[in-house]
């Protein structure tokens, strides 16, 4: 993807946040623009991002709730290069707010880990702070897949069967180790009478079906959901990779051990399949609570698409175009 040549001169008007911190740049017009969350990870990252932000002429946008990643991805449509400083949620905000503004064919994203699983920045094979300014200078520019669910983008990973409370009490040493999954392990862990989701998985024209109870639906779209090992899907190939885990007792799932043979050597109950869209129904009771990137949505069915190579963005050398598919 080309980007674009020199804009004109950015307009600036300078915001000083009420504790006396940081000045921050709101440039709007900026070609350069890089949107922080100050409080994902362990939230000690903001004045190191500025200093390196300053290094490189970005100008930058402190995010001071949720959801403002969103609206300011969206002012910085006409910026060349859009960096989001946060974790999977601030990269989920910074495309969804690029894709509202139709802005994804003249945007390059970049990603800055600082949050707490980093798991799409690892994907691309960026895994510091410092390696990702050096990426955000001189990576390649890839041109990935984005999934679409009922019209909102995901960059990641789509999951059906989690609740809103296991993302917020997931630990982040449970986030490390496990990254998305460290949301399955937390619900099944806490949920003493998780009663799993009657669903109906139904996959592009000609490709297989599923209906019956889940667990969990695991759509990877950035992410392949084994456990443990090399989680970075192919995200060129306008394809997701879904793993289905069916219900049972919850007495059988319960603990570390029992998620790690759930989706280790014991696949009885698993159900994998690859298509380029789908849909799930929750076919009983109240709608159903669904991931994307770990942000929370409701919905009684949702309609998943690949929009094919449409993100734009700057990889490091451990990315990988073309990773082994799964055994
Ligand atoms: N200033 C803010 N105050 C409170 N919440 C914020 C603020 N800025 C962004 N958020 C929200 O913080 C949430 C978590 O952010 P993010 O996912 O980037 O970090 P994380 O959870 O630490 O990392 P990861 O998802 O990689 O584990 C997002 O839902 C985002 O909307």
Known sequence: ??????????????????????????????????????????????????????????????????????????EAADADLVAAAGGDGTIHEVVRGLYDADALDSTTVGVVPTGTGNNFAGNVGVDDVEEAFA?????????????????RPFVNSAIAGLTADASSETTADMKDSFGVLAYVMNTVQTAASFEGLTLDVETAADEESWRGEAAFVLIGNGRRFPVEGHTQADMEDGRFEVTIIENRPTGELVGEAAIRRLLGTDTSNITRLDTTSLSVSVRDGEPGTFSLDGEMLSARDLDVETAREALSIRVGEGYEIDPEPLD
Request: aromatic share 2%.
């Open 1 to 74: 993807m080309t980007e674009r040549s020199a804009l004109t001169t950015p307009t600036r008007r300078r915001s000083i946040r009420a504790d006396g911190g940081h000045a921050t740049d709101v440039g709007i017009e900026a070609s350069r623009v890089l949107v922080l969350n100050p409080v994902s990870g362990s939230a000690d990252h903001t004045e190191r991002i500025h200093e390196l932000a300053a290094d490189h002429d970005f100008t930058v946008r402190e995010t001071n709730e949720a959801g403002d990643a969103i609206d300011f991805a969206r």
């Open 135 to 151: 990426v955000l200078e001189t990576g390649d520019t890839r041109a990935i897949d984005l999934g679409i669910a009922n019209g």
